[in-house]
């Protein structure tokens, strides 16, 4: 019931999810399509924890042998992965932070996060993470 729920609302704020989680209580949220700064895993975590709410950024699962490539190349870098294991009541008010980040982002774009963000996604290939 409660994943049902998650993914209903995370459909009416148009956010994809590739693949419904079946078997676990972990939902991947492609965040690929929402304006920059927040289609990225990392930016997207950071608004969130202004909100109270967490999710864990996609890079944060990515296997990396040697680093051989930087983690703004990942394929999991456009993700943020969210669990619907907490209570109804917690999981909505987790669900309305994310609605309000994601309206404010298409409403006001980079602006409305600051200015940091934009150089440092600017710079990407100096990045060395």
Known sequence: MKRDHVLKRLREMHLDVDI???ATFYVWLNLEKLPSPIN???TFFEELLKEKTIVIPG???DINPAH????FNSPC???VRLSFGPPL???DRGLDA??????T???EGTRAFGHSYKKSLDSTSDHHI
């Open 20 to 22: 419904p989680p079946q």
């Open 40 to 42: 990225n895993g990392l």
């Open 59 to 61: 890079i944060f699962f």
């Open 68 to 71: 051989r490539r930087n983690l």
């Open 77 to 79: 870098h456009h993700f």
């Open 89 to 91: 009541e917690e999981l």
């Open 98 to 103: 994310i609605e309000k980040v994601v309206k």
């Open 105 to 107: 982002a298409r409403k």
